[in-house]
């Protein structure tokens, strides 16, 4: 057999090589090191809503519509050169051709026809957006229709009493971006939706209920002074029970007495329409302060993680439409006072991880042309307080509530603007998902793991489509325009 001869490189250099002559891995390496491991990657972290936000801002002011504030977003836009002109995110903004038939004049003659147009004064009166009103807006030949026309506003509106808009043609006016220059700013920069609804088709506490409790407990009217308030559970029990912390700011009623007491302060909350006000009267007074600890706790890095802030009605920057008694309110002073809030956000260290949610209560009995939406009943309680003197649209001829779903809250109230601030927004973003404003509950539920307070809340979206959590297009937010405040004010004549 031949002998194989393997040379002694090669049990140097390949030590344990079993095809050098047939040898096999038997051989030592010596003090040669083993090779090293490869290095553990880095898990990569994704951003969630989660691990990135730790304070939810509620702001709402008062009785506006999309169509009479956003309804020109898109002109805005084409005008400004934002992105949505071109790359096809579209906005269901007013129709040009938008009209409603107004009464007809005192001295007689025909109802008139009121297409939409531009206002010029700031100051508006007031039309109603009550219970009734509401149900004549959406359909005024058959107000107990699912069949939207949207075609009683001006009716509605001619018949509040005003003292000089008599055939109701101030809610077919509408603002734009010459007006209310920050609003539209941050409506094009961050996000904002046009399916954002009020959640009852009634007036502001009625809403401002469901936005805290996510119902109204069968209530279509304001509760009178000496009736219980309201026993539902609402966001901030949740919020005390799950040791999540909360404050409300409220504007502490400038002038010769200054309302800066808990006690006083909650008075002025919509908080106080819950019999759970006595128990954070009595247990978390510190969580009711004046709105100028706002920027002071933004700034300090202290805001807890839910906000809630009240409008400024009592000083006129709620954004509300005058009522005879109260005199004129611009619109351009309550978006300087709502810019103050959110500019002075931005500038703070709480900014990085912060959402501000800026929105109306309801439309206010302004026009809109997209109709109020399906959704479920909170709780299953139908109407407890309408009215039998005169007789309530929703009442049956023998007393019984009318089954129709706009009666029974089965259906939203009316469109309204919205601006969703944070670092997180996406970029000129409209959302188009049917919500109506019980979804800040939703993202509060979700954020904090909390349970859902009614079926309304239930059936919301969580709001996360608004924002993307690992790019942060606004780590470094933008630099608004100063809110103008030069318009005309008066409440005479229109536009």
């Known amino acids: 057999m031949k002998k194989l001869l393997c040379p ?16 096999s891995g038997g051989i030592s390496a010596g003090n040669n090191p083993p090779p090293s491991p490869s290095p553990t990657p880095t898990p990569v972290v994704t951003a969630t809503l989660q691990n990135s936000v730790n304070h939810i801002i509620i702001l709402a002011q008062e009785n506006r519509s999309f169509d009479h504030y956003f309804g020109h977003l898109m002109q805005y836009w084409q005008k400004n050169g934002y992105s949505q002109a071109t790359n096809g995110t579209t906005l269901d903004g007013t129709p040009d051709n938008a009209s409603n038939v ?39 030949h058959d107000s107990l229709s699912t069949v939207y026309m949207g075609d009683g506003f001006a009716q509605t509106a001619g018949h509040e009493g005003p003292v000089n808009d008599v055939i109701g043609a101030r809610v077919m006016g509408y603002y734009t971006g010459d007006n209310l220059n920050y609003y539209y700013f941050m409506a094009s920069n961050f996000a ?63 002038g010769t007495t200054p309302c800066t007491t808990a006690q006083c302060l909650l008075g002025q909350s919509y908080m106080a329409q819950f019999n759970y006000s006595s128990t954070i009267l009595k247990n978390e007074p510190q969580n009711v302060v004046p709105v100028d600890q ?24 709620d954004e509300h439409p005058a009522d005879s008694a109260t005199g004129a309110i611009n ?49 299953g309680i139908a109407p407890q307080d309408l009215r039998t003197n005169p007789l309530d649209i929703c009442l049956n001829a023998d007393g019984s509530i009318n089954s129709s779903p706009t009666c029974n809250f089965q259906y939203t109230g009316y469109r309204l603007p919205l601006v969703v601030i944070s670092p997180f927004s996406k970029k000129n973003f409209v959302s188009h998902t049917v919500a109506d404003y019980t979804a800040i509950l939703k993202l509060i539920e979700t954020r904090f793991h909390l349970p859902a307070l009614t079926a309304r809340d239930q059936a919301q979206m969580d709001m996360t489509e608004f924002f993307d959590f690992n790019a942060a297009a606004w780590k470094t937010p933008p630099t608004p325009p100063d809110q103008i405040t030069t318009g005309a004010c008066y409440l005479d004549h229109l536009p």
């Open 8 to 23: 002694l490189a090669c049990f140097v250099v390949l030590l344990s090589l079993s095809g050098c002559g047939g040898v």
């Open 294 to 317: 706002f920027l002071t706790d933004a700034n300090n890095g202290t805001l807890p993680q839910v906000v809630f802030i009240e409008p400024s009605s009592a000083e006129g920057l």
């Open 102 to 140: 107004g009464d007809p004049p005192a001295g007689g003659g025909p109802a008139p026809t009121i297409t939409a147009f531009a206002l010029n004064t700031m100051c508006v009166e007031n039309p109603s957006p009550s219970w009734n009103e509401s149900h004549v807006d959406f359909n005024k």
């Open 192 to 254: 904002t939706s046009d399916r954002w609804f009020s959640p009852a088709l009634s007036r502001t506490q009625i809403n401002r209920q469901y936005m805290l409790s996510g119902t109204s407990q069968g209530h279509a009217y304001p509760i009178t002074p000496g009736n219980p308030q309201l026993t539902a559970k609402t966001i901030m029990q949740t919020l005390d029970e799950n040791n999540v912390t909360w404050k409300d700011y409220v504007h502490p009623l400038q």
């Open 331 to 379: 619109i351009q002073q309550g978006a300087k006072f709502v810019s103050s809030l959110i500019n002075g956000l931005m500038k703070s260290q709480s900014w990085k991880d912060s959402i501000f949610i800026l929105t109306w209560d309801e439309g206010g009995g302004f026009y809109d042309h997209v109709s109020p939406q399906p959704m479920p009943s909170p709780d």
